[in-house]
């Protein structure tokens, strides 16, 4: 108590000498100082308690576990006609300690065998052979049959390299044996050879004779150890620190005027100090990080109104409106809160007006520039193709008035000229259908159709055509495919991908036309073989005004306008389908698939 009661004292003096700037700082802070303070102390304390009782206290712990063991075994060997073989054996064995049986002057005694040994006569010659016992752990009686392997030990003896009772192992050793070296038999045990005591295993163990020689050169006086094991019993036991190991000795007396000697080793409690102070530096090291983590926390709860309000005024500051203090419990706290978040909502209700009307303008805006940008769009594009055509029907007319021109050829260029306009019509056409999809406020007309049949009506005007040119027409259509769309720009698809396959497919080449019906969709596909697309065009033919490069077909009248494709992909595209050309194997493949969810 005196010695808590001085340490209280020390850490009252060491706080007196706290610097005043200790005081000014945060409630948070002063409380991780004063604790890790509290536990640098207790560690310096528990280190000084460590050093001055422990040796002391685990001495009489392990002195209290073996004691109840001990006197047992002291009873035991007490007992008359008793072996002290066997209760030694299992006393040493299950307490790992070391026990001799020494005389009135503490000299070890002999044994009346100096070695365990059984005889074993075999069944094939009936030898005998003396084996030394190379484990204790098997009681081996009289009548035992085993089968061994042997080697020569001396010219007496023989060691065990194999030792079996029917299938169990009860011993193998290490060392190789062969039939060169080993004698192989099969017997039964006819006698036992045990010592009386085991003072043959201890008698040369180091610990062993170091307190033996200090008890028969009296260097241990047993009079100052004396303690009595049980009612009237007396006997001695002293710690030993100086040996090769730490340890217990115990001293009894047994009722045949001898003695034995029992020695417990014990860990040698500086390592042990030395781990649990090495384990100590860690949990306090984790105990510190933990205070400060959490010194780091309570400083959060501590400040954290403040903060919020703070915080709350600094993104008001930014104009972000979308924000609002927490109300705490605290009067003045939540005060500043409610009137801080009424400013809040207040502007951020005013500029979210100002921003309503903003988006108005600019839509409005957007909407002008993009119907502005599509007029322009349209102008340059029917300016930029109508140019050629014009420019034919202009040098055609003036070279018909001005008579360069001869008579006969006038017919057919008056024909050339309404080919040409028809051309410019029908581009003139596509293009205000491409503007009116790009328009927003273009609805479609939605009507419900058979997609199966407008196709095959299609298929037979070109039957003409197909017959011409000897195509294969593979037609897989099912019956009565009907589909939500418009029905105008549909037909626009079809017939364009018709016209496409027809023109540019080589005469006696396979066209396959598919139209199938599935549980959300409807998949459109027209394959032509014969011919394929390089693939370095496959990206641009969507492109408006894009021609692929002519190919090489006698049937190909002229080139296209180049938006036929472009109107197409207007067109699948506002009905919100999924569509494309690709390469197929010598073919082309064009396809769709109209959802029928978004129809």
Excluded at 259 to 264: A, L
Excluded at 366 to 385: A, D, G, N, T
């Amino acid at each position: 108590m005196k010695f808590i009661k001085s340490g209280a004292n020390k850490v009252k003096n060491a706080f007196n000498f706290i610097p005043k700037t200790f005081r000014k700082l945060s409630i948070s802070t002063q409380l991780t100082i004063t604790i890790i303070l509290l536990f640098a102390s207790f560690f310096v304390l528990q280190s000084i308690l460590n050093n001055q009782f422990f040796k002391n206290y685990y001495a009489d712990r392990e002195f209290d576990n073996i004691q109840s063991d001990l006197v047992n075994y002291i009873n035991t060997l007490n007992e008359p006609d008793t072996d002290y073989y066997d209760i030694m054996y299992d006393f040493t064995q299950e307490n790992n300690a070391h026990s001799v049986i020494v005389d009135g002057q503490y000299r070890i005694l002999n044994s009346s065998f100096t070695d365990f040994t059984i005889t074993v006569e075999s069944f094939t010659d009936n030898q005998s052979y003396t084996i030394l016992v190379p484990e204790n752990n098997f009681d081996y009686t009289i009548g035992n049959t085993l089968t061994l392997s042997l080697y020569e030990y001396n010219e007496s003896l023989y060691a065990a390299a194999l030792i079996k009772n029917g299938d169990i192992v009860i011993y193998e050793s290490d060392i190789a044996c062969s039939d060169e070296t080993c004698i192989s038999l099969s017997g039964n045990v006819i006698s036992v050879q045990k010592p009386n005591n085991l003072n043959y295993l201890f008698k040369e163990n180091l610990l062993v004779e170091t307190e033996i020689n200090k008890l028969t050169s009296g260097a241990i006086n047993l009079d100052n150890h004396r303690y009595e094991y049980t009612e009237g019993e007396i006997a001695y036991w002293y710690r030993s620190n100086d040996g090769p190991q730490d340890a217990l000795v115990f001293v009894h007396n047994l009722k045949t005027w001898n003695w034995v000697v029992t020695i417990v080793p014990i860990a040698d409690t500086d390592d042990i100090i030395s781990i649990i102070s090495n384990y100590n530096y860690y949990v306090y090291a984790t105990a510190i990080a933990i205070i400060i983590i959490w010194s780091f926390r309570l400083s959060s709860i501590i400040s954290k109104p403040t903060k919020n309000i703070e915080a709350v005024a600094r993104e008001i500051a930014q104009l972000n409106f979308n924000v609002e203090a927490h109300e705490y419990n605290n009067r003045e706290h939540a005060s500043l809160s409610r009137s801080i978040n009424l400013i809040t909502r207040n502007l951020k209700e005013t500029l979210l007006a100002i921003n309503t009307k903003n988006k108005e303008l600019t839509d409005l805006y957007e909407e002008q520039s993009r119907q502005v940008l599509l007029k322009k769009r349209l102008v340059s594009s029917i300016s930029h193709e109508l140019k050629t055509p014009l420019m034919i029907m202009q040098v055609t007319i003036q070279g018909i008035l001005d008579d360069i021109i001869a008579k006969k050829d006038i017919d057919n260029e008056l024909e050339n000229v309404l080919d040409e306009i028809n051309k410019s019509s029908l581009m003139i056409q596509d293009m205000l259908q491409i503007y009116r999809l790009d328009n927003a406020e273009t609805d479609l007309e939605i009507t419900h159709f058979n997609l199966s049949h407008i196709t095959l009506t299609f298929l037979k005007e070109f039957e003409h055509t197909i017959k011409k040119y000897q195509f294969d027409c593979d037609i897989n259509i099912q019956d009565q495919v009907f589909i939500d769309a418009d029905e105008k720009l549909i037909k626009r698809v079809v017939s364009n991908f018709l016209t496409n396959a027809i023109k540019y497919t080589p005469k006696q080449e396979r066209i396959y036309i598919e139209i199938s019906e599935h549980p959300d969709y409807v998949y459109f596909e027209l394959s032509n073989y014969g011919i394929t697309i390089d693939n370095d065009e496959l990206d641009n033919i969507w492109m408006p005004f894009y021609r692929l490069k002519h190919l090489n077909k006698e049937e190909a009248q002229s080139k296209g306008s180049g938006i036929g494709l472009y109107l197409v992909s207007e067109i699948l595209t506002a009905h919100n389908a999924e569509f494309g050309i690709i390469n197929l194997d010598n073919g082309v493949k064009a396809w769709f698939k109209l959802q029928k969810k978004n129809l």
